[in-house]
């Protein structure tokens, strides 16, 4: 018996019968004759008129651009087009995901204090039905207790040097030189502060870990630009001369999961937990609390053993829906969707935590200021300045009320009928 694995083995009997080896090669080479379509370029600013011309080019080439234009490309959306301008290019319209609520959910937080009602965008069924149930039963225990413990925001450059010698002798210089640094990045925005520059040296090479407060935005956009002015003023200033420097080195963990971010943050800092009476878990989530206790001890070995970072059922389900929903940036789910879900037994009671330590979210500037996305934040009562701490303890408390639900559903065995239910048989 041949010990390749049975699909390899299926797939290749599938090419085959599919291609021909000459037909393989040609199609792999790179290399088509035929010239290509002109690339489709909009007017750096979007207008009803900017859409319309990228349509006309498209339906030169695709005759099946006629039928969707008008679904993506609706009246409304091209009345307010010029909304979109600083968050798109080359727009050609506006994609519409359903959203539906969950809540209200009561958290007793140090910033977000109250009873919300939370948007969710998603094409999950199932999705919502799931976080409501959890918000339910955490809301009629008394509501979630939440904090923001932390936050800064990271950006990496990099510098390469001739040498050891000189990297250090850079490293010096950045020390005695680092409120020159700070005061040069923080000449670039109103609100961001520099709080901290941690080195990293690998030989010649040395990272400059720079963290940042970027008040109520998420802050991306504005430590990449702080960062460059601290950069243009090493290159100015520093007698060390790099070989050369980069502004994103790949050491923040920007839009990844890595383990800095799991240890250190790269964003706000969030834990929120709640003590489930033993009663409500039994009549909300058909389960008992040592069956839940069983299955979570189980779901860290899983956890454990498959080197996730972190040890938690499903955050991104409720970030992905949440931050769409929100206006946030939906890439940085990559980095929120880490931390670690913890349940014990208190007194025959349930208690469940999250700590999530790179919660990416903002209540000002990305995506939060167009048409849908303002009014979803208006609906929690979280738009504008001073609100994203609250924003990110609701966050927090969203994925404990996610980690609820799923933990039940797996424990009570209902998890695939939940699905079949509300997903296939809807």
């Not at 210089?173 to 080195?199: C, F, K, N, Q």
Request: proline fraction near 3%.
């Amino acid at each position: 018996m041949s010990i390749i694995s049975h699909s390899i083995v299926q797939r290749l009997a599938h090419l085959r019968a599919t291609f021909t080896e000459q037909q393989v090669r040609s199609r792999l080479d790179g290399r088509v004759e035929e010239p290509l379509s002109r690339a489709l370029r909009s007017a750096r600013r979007v207008s009803a008129a900017s859409i319309g011309r990228l349509w006309e080019a498209i339906r030169a080439t695709r005759p099946e651009a006629a039928e969707v234009e008008g679904v993506l490309a609706d009246g409304e959306t091209r009345e307010t087009a010029e909304r979109y301008a600083a968050n798109i290019e080359n727009m050609i319209g506006a994609v519409k995901v359903p959203v539906g609520v969950v809540g209200p959910v009561r958290i007793n937080g140090l910033n977000a204090n109250g009873d919300f009602i939370v948007p969710l965008a998603t094409t999950e069924a199932a999705l919502v039905a799931s976080y409501a149930r959890g918000a339910e039963l955490a809301s009629r225990a008394g509501g979630i207790a939440a904090v923001m413990l932390t936050e800064g925001v990271l950006r990496s450059p990099g510098f390469k040097f001739a040498n050891v010698l000189d990297a250090g002798l850079f490293l010096e210089w950045v020390v005695h030189a680092s409120e020159d640094l700070r005061a040069a990045a923080e000449a670039t925005t109103r609100y961001g502060r520099l709080v901290s520059i941690e080195p990293l040296m690998d030989n010649e090479i040395v990272f400059l870990l720079c963290r940042y407060t970027t008040g109520d935005a998420s802050g991306q956009n504005m430590v990449t630009i702080a960062t460059e002015a601290l950069c243009r003023h090493i290159e100015t200033h520093c007698p060390i001369r790099p070989l050369h420097w980069f502004i994103e080195a790949n050491y923040s963990g920007d839009k990844k999961s890595t383990y800095l971010g799991l240890t250190s943050g790269r964003g706000r800092k969030v834990t929120a937990s709640v003590t489930l009476p033993r009663a409500l878990v039994e009549k909300y989530l058909h389960v008992s609390v040592e069956r839940f206790l069983d299955y979570a001890q189980m779901a860290n070995l899983g956890a454990m053993l498959s080197g996730q970072l972190g040890a938690q059922g499903h955050y991104a389900n409720g970030l992905a829906a949440f931050y769409i929903a929100t206006g946030q940036d939906a890439a940085c789910v990559s980095e929120s969707a880490i931390g670690f879900t913890r349940v014990e037994s208190r007194n025959g009671d349930l208690f469940i935590s999250v700590t999530l330590p790179n919660i990416l979210v903002g209540s000002v500037g990305g995506g939060t200021g167009l048409p849908s996305q303002a009014a979803a934040l208006r609906l929690l009562g979280l738009q504008g300045p001073g609100k994203a701490a609250a924003l990110a303890e609701v966050v927090a408390s969203l994925c404990l009320c996610g980690e609820i639900s799923i933990i039940g559903a797996l424990a009570a065995g209902e998890f695939a009928s939940a699905h079949r239910k509300l997903a296939r048989e809807r």
